[in-house]
């Protein structure tokens, strides 16, 4: 059974198509990695899945359910099972690290102030904040804050984790301390897709890789297949001008 099921996905903003029939199936504990160039529509399928951009037409199911983009309650129901970390920590500024991974599971998901408390810590600890646990986010780096916004959203317990360009406005040396966290999340079986530039981590981490071009899924296949025998001359020229930066 799928987990994710994406068939025939089209988006457009104003007169430009954006999504142009995307098709994806992802598979429970599947990591699935979106590459391609800017543009080719990678973000914009994330903002569709979680309902911050609504689709023109196609489906998405997620564990068979079809997803209603015209309805707040369907769309309240997507989000309680797919999470997604933007590039952007979005942090509440005026809440400690703590609060910020509490606040959702308390105030919306009405759980246990002192369960939720048990497994923020839990998580913080998982991704090496633990200590940070009391501090503000305006003092920490942009990897700390990159991986609070992780354990925040994992707080959520989704069954399915989008990551958009999770390391892109980090400075260099800070890139390696969130790819080890998801490196670890990998390593737990959690289903994931990520949009990343990283190439030498998608090809380590990702069950599969979906080369996206004008909006559309080009060519899609394991990391060896992607990486070291691109079908598609389009997937061949990216690879090539990439250079393993």
């Not at 904040?129 to 986010?137: G, N």
Request: net charge neutral.
């Amino acid at each position: 059974m799928s987990q994710l099921e994406i068939v025939e996905l089209k988006c457009s903003y104003g007169e430009h198509r954006v999504l142009n029939g995307i098709n994806l199936t992802v598979k429970p504990g599947e990591i699935v990695s979106l590459i391609g160039g800017s543009g080719s529509g990678k973000s914009t399928l994330l903002r569709v899945i979680m309902g911050l951009t609504r689709p023109e037409g196609g489906a998405v199911r997620v564990q068979n359910n079809e997803v209603d983009y015209d309805s707040m309650s369907s769309v309240s129901e997507i989000r309680e099972k797919v999470a997604i970390v933007f590039q952007q920590y979005n942090l509440f500024q005026n809440m400690s690290v703590l609060e910020n991974v509490m606040v959702t599971p308390v105030k919306v998901q009405k759980r246990d102030r002192k369960v939720v408390l048990e497994e923020a810590m839990a998580l913080l600890d998982k991704v090496g904040m633990r200590h940070k646990a009391e501090a503000y986010p305006a003092s920490l780096s942009g990897g700390q804050q990159q991986r609070v916004a992780i354990s925040r959203a994992l707080a959520l317990k989704p069954q399915i984790l989008l990551l958009d360009e999770v390391t892109s406005a980090l400075d260099p040396e800070l890139v390696s301390e969130v790819l080890n966290t998801v490196r670890q999340l990998s390593r737990e079986g959690i289903t994931m897709i990520l949009v990343s530039h990283e190439m030498r981590f998608v090809r380590e981490v990702s069950h599969k890789v979906a080369m996206m071009d004008q909006g559309k899924i080009i060519e899609f296949g394991t990391p060896e297949e992607i990486f070291t025998a691109p079908r598609h001359q389009r997937t061949q020229d990216f690879m090539n001008r990439i250079a393993w930066h």
